[in-house]
């Protein structure tokens, strides 16, 4: 079982920045892509970045120079950094992570319980 745990979210003004962490627990697993996703309130879950076990990243287009994905496989963590916040970019974060469980022999998708980022005009 794989758990995911965010953290970083919080109360910005805009203009500022915050950095976002996801830490990925458990045993018996492997971790391979992971990647951020956004809801804001009464619209749908969108993503925001994936970077893969390798490091490979991927934004969406509306999500590209301003926010940067990177990782720690060490830690089996992932963070995003938000810079130039705006109050559009208000949101809970969701953390996602493809984890490979060794003794089923499959890949699952997990997802942490989000963090909320609220940027104030």
């Known amino acids: 079982q794989v758990q995911l745990v965010e953290s970083g979210g919080g109360l910005v003004q805009a203009g500022g920045s915050l950095r976002l962490s996801c830490a990925a627990s458990?045993?018996?697993?492997?971790?391979?892509?992971m990647a951020w996703y956004r809801q804001a309130s009464g619209k749908q879950r969108e993503l925001v970045a994936h970077?893969?076990?390798?490091?490979?990243?991927n934004y969406a287009d509306s999500m590209k120079g301003r926010f940067t994905i990177s990782r720690d496989n060490a830690k089996n963590t992932v963070y995003l950094q938000i810079n130039s916040l705006k109050p559009e970019d208000t949101a809970v974060y969701y953390c996602?992570?493809?984890?490979?469980?060794?003794?089923?022999?499959?890949?699952?998708?997990?997802w942490g319980q989000g963090t909320q980022v609220t940027v104030s005009s």
């Open positions: 458990g045993s018996g697993f492997t971790i391979n892509g």
């Open positions: 970077i893969t076990s390798g490091g490979s990243t």
């Open positions: 996602n992570a493809e984890a490979y469980i060794i003794l089923r022999g499959y890949n699952y998708s997990y």
